[in-house]
């Protein structure tokens, strides 16, 4: 006989859009189950460069005290051309939200921590081993079937895994069972492949690179890291290095066309490709593995009561280092809507936002990956030759240079259709420009000391009045109220204004103080339940 099992949500998929979504459900006080098909967290090293607003996340969900001592914290990439001259370093420029723009990490470590967040969690339901196998649905709710294959568990840390190989997958002796799930609404982050993806029968438009790479992560290197990834577009064969903490360093290189997948990830081949750059005798090879990148998106984020998230969402080549990063986005911009909508607070239009916000977003970060794809990894002479020189020109023209050097073409998220209100006219640029933005976190004073402003903000809806000599009041849902200095005057632009903050940290509207209630009437079509907030007029 079938299991049954009743969830406010159900996550499809313990990969780290995942495992972030299922936390942050579960953090608005919701009932979650999340199905995964394999034994544990992910185990296998793929991203590598996280964003401010990731780590911002992490912070939220509590794991980043644990990951940041395994993290090389702010660093850069640096370019070389031909002859290994060095075109350009880049780094983030204005870090906005309370953390560097750019930072190395390591996937299994980040899955592991937030798989460990969740095992934490009351509210979550955790079953591993059990692969999603149907899904219908009404207006009411979905249904999902899975099988879980052998006893039921509640999985393990792929991190344990990860670094030291070991195989943690548990006896499969017992039989197969059959799993019904239902649920308010589901989000599918199942991947690449998504089954969810495939089921609802959404497409995915794009296509895939034609080049393939070759991923080796090395252990035990000695000496401390460079602050830098190093992408080297020799015009001979394309590689990318990325320093790590603890020992541990990342290879990339292009293959050609013709060369033999197993041949080159044998240890002679990965000893041959590494010894220009390192003595692969003192180290240990933790995997090499070639892998195909994907340029794709989907053409839907939602069907009915389902969502799709991270890469069953989208497909990026990593030269943009955004996959994981916008998954993460993602599973913040739909968890708090789900949340808003089964407690009656939020409607069906609020819903429909997230793919709104969302998905640009997710096509602008496809179309620079493959841009960026195309600089390093051409190896035509008379357009690498090009390409060098261009790049070095543009040390002449400072605004173009700093357009590369501070990464300002990595555009970050400007929502101006969505769950935002466009500003009034009287509202200076300045203000105006919050809204829709993520919220900057700068640290504020307090009695006794200063804290990042996150510390001050609700999990729901928050709302910051900006006074003059930067005094903030910080108001939350059941009367929260604490006032804070902007000791560095970020919110200046914003004196005399309100702030009304999205439970995932983004502006949704600004006006004059007492103008407070009409852009909370403004938002009422899509958050009825604003209006509830004690400190709403
Ligand atoms: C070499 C490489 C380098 C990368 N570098 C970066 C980088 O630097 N920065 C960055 O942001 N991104 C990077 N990425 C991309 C990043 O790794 C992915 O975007 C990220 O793993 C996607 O996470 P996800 O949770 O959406 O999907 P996944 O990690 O694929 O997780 C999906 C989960 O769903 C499970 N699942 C699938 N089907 C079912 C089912 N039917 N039932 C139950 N469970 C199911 C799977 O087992 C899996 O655990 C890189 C990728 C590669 C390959």
């Not at 983030?92 to 990490?105: C, D, E, I, L, T």
């Not at 196998?133 to 294959?149: E, F, H, K, P």
């Not at 497909?315 to 990063?325: H, K, R, S, T, W």
């Amino acid at each position: 006989m079938a299991e049954r099992i009743d969830a406010d949500v159900l996550v499809i998929g313990a990969g780290p859009t995942g495992l972030t979504a299922a936390n942050l459900v579960a953090d608005q006080g919701l009932r979650v189950a999340l199905i995964e098909k394999h034994w544990g967290s992910g185990d296998e090293p793929r991203a590598i460069s996280a964003t401010d607003e990731t780590l911002r996340v992490m912070n939220q969900i509590g794991i980043m005290s644990r990951l940041a001592p395994e993290m090389l914290m702010d660093t850069g990439a640096r370019y070389y051309g031909r002859g290994g001259r060095i075109l350009a370093d880049v780094r983030p420029g204005n870090p906005r939200v309370g953390q560097p723009g750019k930072s190395q990490f390591d996937q299994p470590v980040m899955e592991g921590l937030l798989f460990e967040a969740a095992s934490e969690r009351p509210g979550i339901d955790l079953h591993f081993n059990t692969e999603a196998t149907s899904i219908t649905q009404n207006a009411d709710g979905v249904t999902v079937t899975a099988v879980r294959r052998g006893a039921r568990s509640r999985g393990v840390s792929g991190v344990l895994a990860g670094d030291v190989g070991n195989d943690h997958t548990p006896a499969l002796d017992a039989a197969d069972t059959e799993l019904v799930v239902n649920a308010a609404w589901v989000i599918g982050c199942d991947g690449g492949r998504s089954f969810t993806r495939r089921e609802l029968g959404i497409g995915l438009s794009g296509s895939t690179q034609v080049e393939k790479w070759i991923v080796i992560d090395l252990l035990d290197v000695p000496g401390e890291p460079e602050p830098f990834a190093s992408f080297h577009c020799n015009g001979t064969r394309p590689t990318v290095v990325v320093p790590g903490v603890r020992g541990r360093r990342r290879y990339e290189f292009m293959l050609f066309e013709g060369e033999d997948e197993q041949e080159m990830v044998s240890p002679p081949s990965i000893a041959k490709l590494v010894a220009p750059y390192q003595d692969i005798t003192t180290v240990t090879v933790r995997r090499a593995a070639v892998y195909t990148a994907h340029q794709r998106v989907a053409e839907r984020y939602r069907v009915g009561r389902v969502l799709l998230a991270g890469d069953a969402a989208h497909m990026m080549p990593p030269f943009a280092g955004q996959g994981l990063n916008a998954g993460i986005r993602d599973a913040a911009g739909a968890a708090w809507r789900v949340a808003a909508h089964i407690r009656g607070e939020g409607t069906d239009a609020l819903i429909d936002d997230y793919a709104l916000e969302r998905r640009p977003h997710a096509v602008e970060m496809v179309k620079l990956s493959k841009r960026i794809g195309s600089v390093v990894m051409n190896t035509n002479p008379m357009i690498t030759r090009l390409r060098d020189a261009l790049v070095v020109a543009t040390r002449a023209v400072p605004p173009l240079n700093q357009w590369l050097t501070r990464m300002k073409f990595l555009k970050q998220p400007h929502y101006v259709d969505g769950t935002v209100v466009p500003p009034s006219g009287r509202i200076s640029a300045a203000a105006a420009s919050l809204v829709g933005r993520a919220l900057p976190q700068p640290k504020v004073g307090l009695e006794g000391g200063h804290v990042p402003l996150d510390e001050l903000l609700d999990v729901g809806w928050t709302a910051i009045e900006v006074h003059d000599g930067g005094t903030l009041v910080v108001e939350g849902g059941e009367g929260w109220r604490q006032e804070a200095m902007d000791c560095a005057g970020v919110f200046a632009a914003a004196c005399g204004l309100v702030l009304l903050v999205r439970p995932d940290r983004y502006v949704a509207a600004t006006a004059e103080i007492g103008l407070r209630a009409d852009v909370v009437a403004a938002l009422a079509g899509k958050v009825p339940g604003l209006r509830t907030m004690p400190s709403v007029p």
